[in-house]
């Protein structure tokens, strides 16, 4: 009698157990779904966060970032320690310092130029750029430097462009002496061929390689490969254009160029322009205020 009310009353607390687990599971459950509804609403909120500080920062950016050409010594390359330098990036840095900005040397790709602008992920293009041509392309600064294009040559019998005749000419894509070679087909037409390359440096070493014959380019880049590293090369007397240097900005954004263009008179005021510019050819070349 004993054994079967102590069974019966083991198997009432069992069953009570049970019931009492059951609940629990179901409270467990809901409490889940509680705490995992919490986390949810809390990762929204934090993505929310994150989204509203990332448009601040964009409104609050303070960065100068400048596009270039890293393989355009002397206005823009990448020296012996790996680093960006050249005299349009000091420039620009020294103007970016002025005005409290953050300076960001950008390396693009010269033919993307454009697409780099318009898309926002520089704010202008200072690198030897031509003004001659792209007037109305973009905002520009003053012309700060003058210069030309012209030929370069190797062969020491080469001594004008009528010597062009039947020889190969080299010069980098998408650049104002392609662009000024394309505008004289009566000289072009006497080439043997007229070829394009992404970068000067190619071309230099074509033509010390005697690859090609000469090269069109920059007069200022010209020289300083010439005079700067001892290249024994030769730039014809006869110009191919005559034109300017200028800061090109997206068409249109005329805030950053003023604020740009008033720094860059300020630097001439002063003599720190004047101070880059011996540093990197010897002498003062610029034309900014004379």
């Known amino acids: ?28 459950s809901d409490s889940a779904d509680g705490e995992k509804d919490a ?19 964009a409104s609050d950016d303070n960065t100068f970032t400048v596009g270039f050409d890293q393989e355009f010594p002397p206005m823009g390359f990448v020296d012996e320690n790996g680093e960006f330098t050249g005299f ?5 840095e020294e103007v970016a310092n002025r005005l409290g900005m953050k300076f960001v040397p950008q390396p693009i790709s010269w033919d993307a130029k454009d697409m780099e602008l318009d898309s926002g992920t520089i704010d202008c293009i200072w690198n ?13 600064s003053e012309p700060y430097l003058k210069n030309a294009q012209v030929f370069v040559v190797a062969d020491s019998s080469i001594k004008t462009r009528e010597d062009l005749a039947g020889k190969i000419v080299e010069v980098q894509a998408d ?67 005559a034109e300017e240097y200028g800061i090109g900005f997206k068409l249109g954004n005329t805030d950053l160029r003023d604020k740009v263009q008033s720094t860059l008179e300020e630097m001439a005021s002063d003599g720190k322009l004047a101070e880059i510019s011996t540093k990197w050819f010897g002498e003062d070349i610029t034309t900014v205020g004379k």
């Open 128 to 140: 030897g750029f031509t003004m001659t041509g792209r007037e109305d392309q973009y905002t520009w």
């Open 88 to 92: 349009d990036l000091e420039l620009a």
């Open 39 to 57: 986390k949810t609403e809390d990762t929204e909120k934090k993505a929310d966060a994150s989204e509203d500080a990332k448009d601040e920062a």
């Open 1 to 28: 009698m004993k054994k079967k009310l102590l069974g019966t009353l083991l198997a009432a607390v069992m069953t009570a157990a049970m019931l009492a687990g059951c609940g629990n599971t179901g409270d467990s």
């Open 175 to 241: 650049s104002s002496a392609e662009a000024a070679l394309k505008e004289d087909p009566d000289l072009t037409g006497t080439f043997a061929q007229l070829q394009t390359v992404p970068d000067y440096n190619t071309a230099v070493m074509d033509l010390q390689q005697g690859a090609v014959d000469a090269i069109a380019m920059d007069k200022v880049v010209a020289a300083y490969q010439i005079e700067g590293r001892g290249e024994e090369l030769t730039i014809l007397d006869d110009e191919l254009q």
